[in-house]
């Protein structure tokens, strides 16, 4: 401790020696020859020195002590037990240092424990269609080619959803920003689902304006529109409803929205279904809810700089709808197009 005393303040003895040095040379080169004068200036000099040095070291003994011992707890190292402002001073910069660092483990271990329940609530997802492909595969001379390739489906959804929760943590380094032509994202993520329009006898109905262009990331977009599509058809439980995808323009916004016409979402549950894994009441009624749907969807917007707006009614349907602020669109007429599952037309 002593050791580390002298270290730090050892510049001030230096100096303190080569002042009183200069000071006698001055009395010298003055014609002051008197030695005992300059013996005493020294004796009286250093015990002054000497007990400056020893107040301080005494103020800044408990610190010292604890800089030098093995912390067990960071709760001992960021007690205040010092008299200096100096290190008063430093012991407030290293609570706002462990502040900080609470909050990035806090982060951490919020992230890694929402892809470790992503994960399990995915493998439990995920066993549902792997069953049914073996149960089909077993004993039968002939497979229900239709029936495999709907739960390849739900695997290659489940897949990719997995795949942009973790891309989230990297988000700014798979993010590419262009110009986007929405009726033709729209069409192709509709067709990219058509298997699953038809399995489940609901039909898409796209409204959008030709020629509506918006600025955002078309790979994490169509991921989103692709969540809406299933959340609409899986609470969708009656046949022949549909899903309208449609685009209003406000101001300098144009809104995308998908509208479904099933059974809503109850108000008790409209504040937390962009939650990470809240299912809520309608998720408990299918069973096969991981909950993240709505959340990865929130957290793709927000960090696209676009705004997400639910609205439900219980019984009539829920839509969903995306925000672009734009300062130039261009509107060319509208075009309806009603996809019959039933038929083999060419929107799927």
């Not at 000071?23 to 015990?47: H, K, P």
């Not at 200096?84 to 660092?101: C, D, F, G, M, N």
């Not at 997995?162 to 729209?186: H, S």
């Amino acid at each position: 401790m002593i050791r580390l005393f002298i270290k730090e303040h050892l510049v001030f003895l230096v100096f303190q020696v080569l002042l009183v040095l200069f000071v006698m040379l001055l009395y010298w080169l003055d014609g002051f020859r008197n030695v005992d004068t300059a013996v005493y200036s020294i004796v009286i000099t250093s015990i002054l020195t000497m007990t400056f040095l020893g107040t301080l070291f005494v103020k800044k003994y408990a610190f010292y002590k604890k800089i030098l011992s093995v912390p067990t707890e960071i709760e001992g190292v960021l007690q205040r037990e010092s008299q200096s402002a100096e290190i008063k001073q430093v012991e407030t910069y290293l609570q706002h240092i462990y502040r900080l660092y609470q909050k990035e483990v806090q982060l951490l271990y919020a992230r890694q424990n929402r892809h470790l329940q992503f994960m399990n609530s995915w493998v439990h997802q995920m066993k549902t269609p792997i069953s049914v492909i073996e149960l089909m595969t077993q004993g039968n001379d002939q497979v229900d080619a239709v029936g495999v390739s709907e739960e390849m489906d739900r695997l290659k959804r489940g897949l990719e959803a997995v795949l942009m929760n973790a891309r989230l943590d990297t988000f700014e380094e798979d993010m590419q920003i262009e110009q986007i032509d929405i009726k033709q994202l729209v069409t192709e993520v509709v067709s990219s689902n058509k298997r699953l329009f038809i399995g489940s006898h609901v039909f898409p109905v796209i409204s959008i304006a030709e020629d509506c262009v918006i600025t955002s990331d078309s790979k994490w977009l169509r991921f989103v529109i692709a969540q809406f599509i299933t959340n609409a058809i899986k609470y969708t439980f009656e046949e022949n409803k549909k899903v309208y995808f449609e685009t209003t323009f406000e101001h300098n916004q144009v809104i995308l929205s998908v509208r479904d016409e099933g059974i809503g979402i109850p108000g008790s549950d409209m504040k937390r279904v962009t939650k990470a894994f809240f299912t809520g009441e309608n998720g408990r009624k299918t069973g096969e809810s991981t909950g993240m749907g709505l959340y990865l969807a929130q957290e793709i917007c927000h960090r696209l700089g676009h705004e997400l707006q639910i609205t439900s009614t219980v019984g009539e349907g829920t839509t969903v709808s995306i925000i672009f602020e734009q300062h130039e669109s261009t509107e060319r007429g509208e075009l309806d197009v009603d996809i019959d599952a039933g038929r083999n037309n060419e929107g799927l």
